[in-house]
C-alpha cells in the first residue's frame, strides 16, 4: 500500500524452478520482506513469451519487473537491493 491508501503496483518475478539466480532473487526479496508475484514460465506460455520479447528472444530469468516500468533480467545482488531500496 502506498501512503495514501492505494495499492501500488506488484514486482512481477519471472523463474524457472531450477534456476540458481532466481533462488538468489527471492531470497534477497524475502529477506527485505518485499512483496512480489512470482510466475513460473515453465508453467506458462504466455510468460514464455513476454521474457522473450524483454530479452531480446532469450528466456533469461529471473526476469523482474518493477511497479515503475524497469525490467531486471538476471541481476546482481547489490543491483538488486539497491533498485528494491529505492522504491521505499
Known amino acids: ?24 532473487a527471492k531470497q534477497v526479496m524475502d529477506s527485505m520482506q518485499v512483496e512480489y508475484t512470482e510466475i513460473d514460465i515453465a508453467e506458462d506460455p504466455d510468460a514464455v513469451e513476454l521474457v522473450m520479447q524483454l530479452n531480446r528472444g532469450n528466456r533469461s530469468v529471473p526476469t523482474i519487473i518493477f511497479p515503475d516500468g524497469t525490467v531486471m533480467t538476471e541481476p546482481r545482488t547489490t543491483a538488486l537491493v ?5 522504491l521505499v
Open 82 to 86: 539497491e533498485k528494491l531500496a529505492s
Open 1 to 24: 500500500m502506498t501512503d495514501n491508501g492505494e495499492a501500488s503496483a506488484p514486482i512481477v518475478m519471472y523463474t524457472t524452478a531450477w534456476c540458481v539466480d532466481c533462488w538468489r
